[in-house]
């Protein structure tokens, strides 16, 4: 049974940082084309960053230049390093596969507000 288990979100001020963490168990992170999601109130769910098997990441444009996707092999978790986090980063954040074959898991709420 896959289970993907989202951390570290909270709440900062605009211009903070933020690490996600998503640990993966019953399937391996490494072998998969692997993302980071996030769903803000009243939007649809959108895909924020993605890493190849190759380890090549892609980002959606408005978080190029702030946010790195990045992975741990051994550890079989994904991280999102968010900095120069801005208001409109509120959002829920998930980790799944891209495109997401798995059931979500319980997200991390990210909230950027002063």
């Known amino acids: 049974q896959v289970q993907l288990v989202e951390s570290g979100g909270g709440s900062v001020q605009p211009g903070g940082s933020l690490r996600l963490s998503c640990a993966a168990s019953g399937m391996t992170v490494r072998i998969r084309q692997m993302g980071w999601f996030r769903q803000a109130p009243g939007k649809p769910l959108e895909l924020v960053a993605s890493?190849?098997?190759?380890?090549?990441?892609d980002y959606v444009d408005s978080v190029k230049g702030r946010f790195t996707m990045s992975r741990d092999n051994a550890k079989n978790t994904l991280y999102l390093q968010m900095n120069s986090l801005k208001p409109e980063d509120t959002a829920v954040y998930y980790c799944?596969?891209?495109?997401?074959?798995?059931?979500w898991g319980q997200g991390t709420q990210v909230i950027v507000s002063s």
């Open positions: 799944n596969t891209s495109p997401a074959i798995y059931g």
């Open positions: 890493i190849s098997s190759a380890g090549k990441v």
